[in-house]
């Protein structure tokens, strides 16, 4: 994968098109994402709770369920993509599905979404 860390708050990822940057969401745009994930097959969202961002460097775990989730819901992953990036959803869909998962890797890895998601149980339990 092509990152280049910034700071502590976003990663650059060199792409075909160009470069992206990833930012880390901030509280606000967690509620953009949350909608566009409740978009998004149950089978995403059991993907990344089963996997540590590390883990997800790994790009045959990442196409052995995306080529599902972009043929269900190729707008709302590219809406996903939009949020945690400097680029509009219509720039991923025009994109390269290599960029993409690339992407989605760094914005996985930067805001360390599996600790937002115990939070959340936390919280809920």
Request: charged share 25%.
């Given at each position: 994968?092509?990152?280049?860390?910034?700071?502590?708050?976003?990663?650059?990822?060199?792409?075909?098109?160009?470069?992206?940057?990833?930012?880390?969401?901030?509280?606000g745009?967690?509620?953009?994402?949350?909608?566009?994930?409740?978009?998004?097959?149950?089978?995403?969202?059991?993907?990344?709770?089963?996997?540590?961002?590390?883990?997800?460097?790994?790009?045959?775990?990442?196409?052995?369920?995306?080529?599902?989730?972009?043929?269900?819901?190729?707008?709302?992953?590219?809406?996903?993509?939009?949020?945690?990036?400097?680029?509009?959803?219509?720039y991923?869909?025009?994109?390269?599905?290599?960029?993409?998962?690339?992407?989605l890797?760094?914005?996985?890895?930067?805001?360390?979404?599996?600790?937002?998601?115990?939070?959340v149980?936390?919280?809920?339990?």
């Amino acid at each position: 994968m092509n990152f280049i860390m910034g700071n502590s708050k976003t990663i650059t990822v060199k792409t075909e098109g160009g470069d992206v940057i990833v930012h880390k969401l901030a509280l606000g745009d967690y509620a953009v994402l949350l909608r566009a994930l409740k978009q998004l097959p149950k089978k995403f969202g059991a993907f990344l709770e089963e996997n540590e961002a590390g883990d997800l460097q790994d790009t045959s775990k990442l196409f052995a369920v995306l080529p599902d989730i972009i043929a269900d819901a190729l707008p709302e992953f590219c809406d996903l993509l939009s949020v945690v990036s400097d680029q509009d959803a219509e720039y991923f869909i025009n994109g390269d599905l290599a960029d993409a998962i690339d992407v989605l890797a760094a914005a996985l890895e930067l805001n360390d979404y599996k600790r937002v998601t115990e939070s959340v149980k936390k919280i809920m339990a």
